[in-house]
Nanobody
Framework: VQLQASGGGLVQAGGSLRLSCAASGRTFSNYAMGWFRQAPGKEREFVSAISWSAFRTVYADSVKGRFTISRDDGKNTVYLQMDSLKPEDTAVYYC???????????????WGQGTQVTVSS
């Protein structure tokens, strides 16, 4: 699976962004998808995941109630709607694909290149 993330940018605190991750190469609907992020000087952390068929979603406590993950299997794309953004959300955001629904980065087999999100105060 090849993954291409997009939609990052610079936004003021309280603003919104929608990240997209387009997949190609294998049957997208067979994969659970996840979003991770990595801030400067910090380890990569889990943000959100969505199962195949979108029947399950999970969020990190730090983004719960502010971020929404979704997928469109017809477009082979997963989205991350980010609202009420905070400066601490600043990071490079990565999408990833796995055959197992998981919050652990080691379970993900395919990774996109990352998109920068910067939230100013």
């Amino acid at each position: 699976v090849q993954l291409q993330a997009s939609g990052g940018g610079l936004v003021q605190a309280g603003g919104s962004l929608r990240l997209s991750c387009a997949a190609s190469g294998r049957t997208f609907s067979n994969y659970a998808m996840g979003w991770f992020r990595q801030a400067p000087g910090k380890e990569r952390e889990f943000v959100s995941a969505i199962s195949w068929s979108a029947f399950r979603t999970v969020y990190a406590d730090s983004v719960k109630g502010r971020f929404t993950i979704s997928r469109d299997d017809g477009k082979n794309t997963v989205y991350l709607q980010m609202d009420s953004l905070k400066p601490e959300d600043t990071a490079v955001y990565y999408c990833a694909a796995t055959r197992t629904y998981s919050t652990a980065s080691r379970e993900y087999d395919y990774w996109g290149q990352g998109t920068q999100v910067t939230v100013s105060s």
